[in-house]
């Protein structure tokens, strides 16, 4: 009888470890769906390497807040400061709003590839992954792949007539790390 019951709680823990398990997966992988819906305010920049092992090695973390620090510097030239917002809507409609100028298009989301693909109404594509933090449902990061962004970068500070040399030597230095992702931190409001 003792016995049955210890393989009987033992079940129970196995069981209830195995549900913590899938719930902490679920809440990393972000299996249980992401809500894009609502308005998005802009944060800070982010980074993230593509290898995690990166970041395990000495000096990883330094080097993605020497990046974050540089990137800053270039968001803001480029408009991303307080007032810059993102708003999804249900029928898959977008606005932004940088440096107070208002695009709008389409968006689709893809759960399995966590790709976020912006059509603008001029028919400019831009891609990014959607990187949600694992303790906090209302915060997400739209990260580029770093030499795309950078080129976006350029494009758009010619077009707003900043000067390139910070988003040059912010390239200079980002050529240094390979498999580098690179965008910005977004809180729901």
Do not use: H
Request: charged share 20%; proline share 1%.
């Amino acid at each position: 009888m003792y016995m049955a019951s210890s393989v009987a709680s033992a079940q129970d823990l196995k069981s209830i470890l195995s549900g913590v398990a899938n719930a902490v997966a679920n809440k990393v992988t972000n299996s249980s769906g992401v809500s894009l819906e609502g308005t998005w305010k802009y944060t800070g920049p982010d980074c993230k390497f593509e290898s995690d092992n990166f970041l395990a090695q000495a000096g990883g973390e330094l080097a993605s807040k020497k990046v974050e620090e540089k990137m800053s510097d270039v968001l803001t030239k480029l408009g991303f400061t307080d007032g810059c917002t993102y708003v999804f809507n249900a029928d898959s409609t977008y606005t932004s709003t940088v440096k107070g100028r208002t695009t709008s298009g389409t968006y689709s989301y893809n759960a399995d590839t966590k790709e976020l693909t912006m059509k603008t109404k001029l028919g400019i594509k831009f891609t990014a992954i959607v990187s949600q933090q694992v303790l906090s449902s209302n915060k997400m990061s739209l990260l580029f792949k770093a030499d795309k962004l950078m080129s976006l970068a350029q494009t758009i500070g010619g077009a707003l007539g900043n000067s390139n040399s910070t988003i040059s030597a912010a390239t200079s230095l980002l050529n240094q790390y390979e498999g580098l992702q690179l965008g910005f931190e977004l809180e729901k409001q």
